[in-house]
Nanobody
């Protein structure tokens, strides 16, 4: 059974930074791809960044390219999302998700992910 636990959310002013962490437990094969997603008030859940843990292949949403960085520490079974130059429109509940995948199947589509964390709130004020 896979469990994902997020941490690191909070409230910051525009231009600030936060780092989210997601610790995964359970089958390594089931978490070969991990991603960060977000859902703002009245909005659909959207993919932010994803990574193939076998070799680091990554994918980013256009809205966060150059500002957010996804990384991993396989020794700690942890995936991070470093968020810099935060904007008020980044305000959302951020979720970590996982799925089994290959290096060429990194996707930002929420429907492709099997396992989800509880989420951590990020609020950016102007």
């Amino acid at each position: 059974q896979v469990q994902l636990v997020e941490s690191g959310g909070g409230s910051v002013q525009a231009g600030g930074s936060l780092r989210l962490s997601c610790v995964a437990s359970g089958s390594t094969g089931s978490t070969s791809c991990m991603g960060w997603f977000r859902q703002g008030p009245g909005k659909e859940r959207e993919g932010v960044a994803a990574i193939w843990r076998g070799g680091g292949t990554v994918s980013y949403a256009d809205s966060v390219k150059g500002r957010f960085t996804i990384s991993q520490d396989n020794g700690k079974n942890t995936v991070y999302l470093q968020m810099n130059s935060l904007k008020p429109e980044d305000t959302a509940m951020y979720y970590c998700a996982a799925r089994p995948c290959r290096w060429n199947a990194v996707t930002l589509s929420p429907s492709e992910y099997n396992y989800w964390g509880q989420g951590t709130q990020v609020t950016v004020s102007s």
